[in-house]
T-cell receptor, first 112, second 111 residues
Framework: NAGVTQTPKFRVLKTGQSMTLLCAQD?????MYWYRQDPGMGLRLIHYSVGEGTTAKGEVPDGYNVSRLKKQNFLLGLESAAPSQTSVYFC???????????FGDGTRLSIL | GENVEQHPSTLSVQEGDSAVIKCTYS??????FPWYKQELGKRPQLIIDIRSNVGEKKDQRIAVTLNKTAKHFSLHITETQPEDSAVYFCAAQNRDDKIIFGKGTRLHILP
């Protein structure tokens, strides 16, 4: 039982490049979330999903897209990376909205 | 939308003393309030949560209190130990079912 797994763990991109971050959970959770964590800013919700095939915007969705084609996977895409997107990205999952969230180990992304 | 304010941003306490972290929220419909601990370089992990139908919850050295009228909730850690050093985040679930996190409190336990 791996819980929540994020890939990759580290990545360096050049401005304008695109990439996809993958999150996988094996707990049969309905809800999945993508957050970014910046110094002094806490965890800010980018996008979330309440079930397979659904997505919704969080606090800071601009510049990101997501997809939830399979219940266990939640993908975060950056179409044209910008230096302002340099951050640590965390994926999380939960049974429902008012249940504890289980986090992955994070992806440290640097945009040069 | 929901807004969660967390204080203090940094807290230093002597080992063995108690630590208190306070959070306020804006959405009166919020009914789920979790607390997460994040050690340096690690993932956030839930340490305790409380729902709006109770005013206090305790788990060994950790307790959380909730005042729905005043819209604030607090984390209490007693008999602090070196391994309590971490960043602590409060959160509140708002009417749109999203969880909004506070900006965090860095807790230092002094020897």
């Amino acid at each position: 039982n791996a819980g929540v797994t994020q890939t990759p763990k580290f990545r360096v991109l050049k401005t304008g490049q695109s990439m996809t971050l993958l999150c996988a959970q094996d707990m049969n959770h309905e809800y999945m979330y993508w957050y970014r964590q910046d110094p002094g800013m806490g965890l800010r919700l980018i996008h979330y999903s309440v079930g397979e095939g659904t997505t919704a915007k969080g606090e800071v969705p601009d510049g990101y897209n997501v997809s939830r084609l399979k219940k266990q996977n939640f993908l975060l895409g950056l179409e044209s990376a910008a230096p302002s997107q340099t951050s640590v990205y965390f994926c999380a999952s939960s049974y429902t909205f008012n249940q504890p969230q289980h986090f992955g180990d994070g992806t440290r992304l640097s945009i040069l | 939308g929901e807004n969660v304010e967390q204080h203090p941003s940094t807290l230093s306490v002597q080992e063995g003393d108690s630590a208190v972290i306070k959070c306020t929220y804006s959405d009166s419909a919020s009914n789920y309030f979790p607390w997460y601990k994040q050690e340096l370089g690690k993932r956030p992990q839930l340490i305790i949560d409380i729902r709006s139908n109770v005013g206090e919850k305790k788990d060994q050295r950790i307790a959380v209190t909730l005042n729905k009228t005043a819209k604030h909730f607090s984390l209490h850690i007693t008999e602090t130990q070196p391994e309590d050093s971490a960043v602590y985040f409060c959160a509140a679930q708002n009417r749109d079912d999203k969880i909004i996190f506070g900006k965090g409190t860095r807790l230092h336990i002094l020897p």
